[in-house]
């Protein structure tokens, strides 16, 4: 039996993780090009039914008038816009891991995520500013008819549609793109009730519904980019994904394993976990004995965690 942390050893574990590697990248690598494939599909529905619930809202603002339409007209625009933009994400995303990216592009997903925000960013500033100088000023309240409210109500059907739809495929998918967006369109439900109460306010003689409604409308914009911004940001910082003091605790659990140096942790865009682990074992271990023990730390946090790629480095004690 050899002591642990002999360079003949150390050569030896390293050629056996590097070959298990590539067979766990080459196994990830399918999985990513299946799972991107559906989320571009999903993307693909979910754009057509945006570009439709668009055209709807921009022919009954124009129409009508109506800033909160309008707003919901430019809302939708941006959906589209957005599902473009994530589209290209996504397919960058799925690209295989090369020397440049050793740990994939699935960041890029992420990314198209932020571009959704910046989209939100212009609806919101130009909702709010056209409302606000509606209150300040003089205007004609908004017209509308019984086919207007019917459209309305079409393109309320199309956005719940796609709402749920999204949610689905996100979930089945582990997409947070697609979970953004869901959460994005679902916003989209309560401006097109908003604006479905605008015309009917206006309609009953309140001038000032509409630019009021308009500023709520706005701040659920400005809601729904916030909550994208929460759920992106950790990802792109490489936050904490699982306490240290939880890994430490799965690991601490394998017999023979004397203690834990350090324990950290990410996570992707697919919920996908990366932990890197050091543990301490008996100095007189052998090659094959630690190997053994990589091997029971990454079972034991793929157990305890869901989906994981560990990388495990060992220690005399």
Known sequence: MTPLGQPTQDAA?????????????????????????????????????????????????ARTGALTV????????????????????????????????PYGHEKFETLG????????SISCFELLRRSIAELTGSHEPPSSSGIDALLLLTSLGVNAFVVTFERRRGRALGSALLMADAAHTASDILVTLLAMASLALSHLGFVRADALLGILVALIIAWSGYQ???????????????????????VRTIPGVAGVRSARSRRTSSGHLFAEVTILVDGATSVSAAHDFTDDVERAIERELGTAEAIVHVEPA
Do not use: C, W, Y
Request: hydrophobic share 55%; glycine share 8%.
């Open 13 to 61: 574990m390293d050629a056996r993780a590097q070959s298990e590697t590539v067979r766990t990248d080459g196994g990830r690598a399918d999985i990513l090009a299946t799972r991107s494939a559906g989320v571009r599909r999903a993307l693909l529905i979910v754009l057509l039914l945006n570009a439709l619930s668009a055209a709807i809202k921009v022919g009954v603002g």
């Open 228 to 250: 994208i911004l929460r759920d992106s940001i950790p990802i792109l910082v490489d936050a904490s994904a699982v306490d240290a003091a939880r890994l430490t605790e799965i």
């Open 113 to 120: 995520t932020l571009g959704i925000v910046g989209f939100l």
């Open 70 to 101: 309008l707003g919901a007209a430019l809302e939708s625009l941006l959906d589209t816009l957005s599902n473009v933009v994530a589209i290209f994400a996504v397919s960058v995303a799925a690209r295989e891991p090369d020397e440049g990216h």
